[in-house]
């Protein structure tokens, strides 16, 4: 899931300046999951942000809203015509919410709320960490299922560095697990080690981010063209 | 081009013919040290470290913005180190340059006539004085390797092409830290280093020689000395409280107690106050066990010679060197 | 004459049911007083502390609220109290980045029996919030929400 954290209020305080009556929309799947945009989120932020404009003599009237979820166009369409009344939208979605509401209603001026962190998930209660970084080019059956693009600092694909602490932990920070020391204790327990003796070549990055903008076309889902015969 | 023509007159086996590659080649106990550039375009703080590490050095590695701080090119600083008569060995980080900006790197370290190139994934930019860096990391050291060997051996460039004229004469150097975690795998990697064509490896500052007996038994056992020459890092210390922080904060430094209790026995019984004689006594007994420890690696199968690491303490290069009897330095061998 | 200019703190108290209500209840029937604007909210178990509820609670023109709930490793639902203290230091970090001060929100921990106690606590809480004065915010008219759409949950 895409995990994100709300901005500070400070922050989002700032953007809103100026501004008498803004809606708050949260999203109901991923930052609903990750508490960050969710309905109960959305409460907690415009309950703040009327308070704290009110203190700072510039109330801000902020309504609240929710969708199912902000990056597709049906759950966002029953928006139109709710949105002219307000000075701008803050949405709470991530970064794929905030573009889509902006795409879609480009009159309106679209604020994010929440700082979009990673594609990740909750590895205990309260606690999500990332593990993908997207790159196009799945090379986890190298590595006992353990991504070193994602998890090692240095995004290794040959690892470990001289780096790692006795307890293999990251050089970086003592609360982050060495991906190498991890990925070769998974093999280990699967007996697989000495795969890691390939040296693993240089990768194509140009299927990340760094190709440019990334798109997927399904020819097999597309809504078919109807020849008229005109 | 001079290189090209050496390139094809070179002796069998002889990759580069740097002055490294042939004390090496010759079966010599080979001797590096290390200058660390300036924070500053100042070429005379390289050429004042060149006079103190001339004649008792086989090569002196510059490093690459080191610890993630910026500081005055390795190439560049190579090129300096050359000027004064001192072979360089420079070293590149994969953390600031993709692979093009590697490739034109080495083709112009090349071309002012550098060998010797160590490869790095470098230290992390959090550590540094950038912090807010992007990291690049588009290969890592053991990918770096292969592709230098490529160019060297095939001629070619990372994307397959062809290098007109020929590939730069390059001896490949590789870092290892025998005792980091997770130790097991240390050897296997410094196989994949040789796998992946390095030609000489510089290890991480050696204290504990029992340990390090053991992973140079496993690295011979596994055939890495047969392709690739280890030399041993050593540093003298210069007191009971650099070892200490050393060990506690280093990864992968094993420094055994009597080592650490012999730094402090070296300043007993001199007044707290007497800073100056604390230093000297400190520094004498850093520089004793330094030799000690260098007489002891010249005995151990497979290490071809050391790497001396003088952090800030250049002039401890000469007392080292003599002291452990590699004085003077063998000429340019033919 | 009566002072009515005297500032009364307005405070809602969230006791839960199996404690901190019936301290409340205790402190009421031994005649030991507490002030008459501090208004008790009975609920289950602080576990069920709401932080959006705070927050509304605030809005709507509490100038502090209080948490009551058992004593630490005695909550009758096992750690229901210990996430309530989570929420409430929550909310009061949320307090402070709005220009309200931390000390309006406080959680505290008190057993059935402790009437006495309860009184005490929530007087000083009172006294707390009357050195603070009004949060200055005003109950206005709720926001607006827009529902969920039919047939869908979060």
Redesign the interface.
Known sequence: MIVADQK???EIKKMLQGRQNVLAIGC?TCV?VCFAG???EV??L???????T???GELI????????RQCEKE?IE??AG?LDGYDAVLSMGCGVGVQTLADHYPETRVLPALNTKFMGGPTQQGVWEERCQGCGDCMLEYTGGICPITRC????????????????RC??DPDTP?AW?DI??RMEKLEIQDE??Q?????D?STSRDGGRRKIVRKDLQKPELDDGS | MVDVMMKDGMKAGMKAYSQLERILASGQFAVTGEIGPPKSHDASVIRDKCALLKGFVDAANVTDNQTGIVRMSSIAAGILISNEGLEPVIQMTCRDRNRLAMQSDILGAAAHGIKNILCLSGDHQSFGNHPGAKNVHDLDSMQLIRMMREMRDNNQFQCGEEIKGGGPPLFIGAAANPFAAPVALRPMRLKKKAIAGADFIQTQLIYDMDRFREYMKKAVDLGVTESLSVLAGVGPLKGAGMARYMRNNVPGMSIPDHIIDRMEAAVKGISSDDKKARMEASRAEGIRICIEQIEELKEIEGVAGVHIMAIEWEAAVEPVVRGAGLYPRPEGIS | MDDTTKYEPQIIAFCCMHCAYAAADLAGSSRISYPPSLKIVAIPCTGRTDMGHILKTFEDGADGVLVAGCLEGRCHYQSGNLYARQRVDHVAEILDQIGLQSERARMINISAGMGAKFAELANEFAETIAALGPTGIKKKPAAREFPLPEGKTE
């Open positions: 500070p209020i400070k109901g609903a969710g309905k109960r409460g907690m415009a309950s703040a942000l009327r308070m704290a009110e203190l700072d009237q902020v309504d609240e809203a929710i969708v199912q759950f029953q928006l709710e600092a240095k995004q290794l694909m040959n690892g470990p560095c001289g780096g790692t602490s006795e307890d293999g050089e970086v060495c020391f070769w204790e890691l003796m040296v693993r070549p240089p990768k990055w």
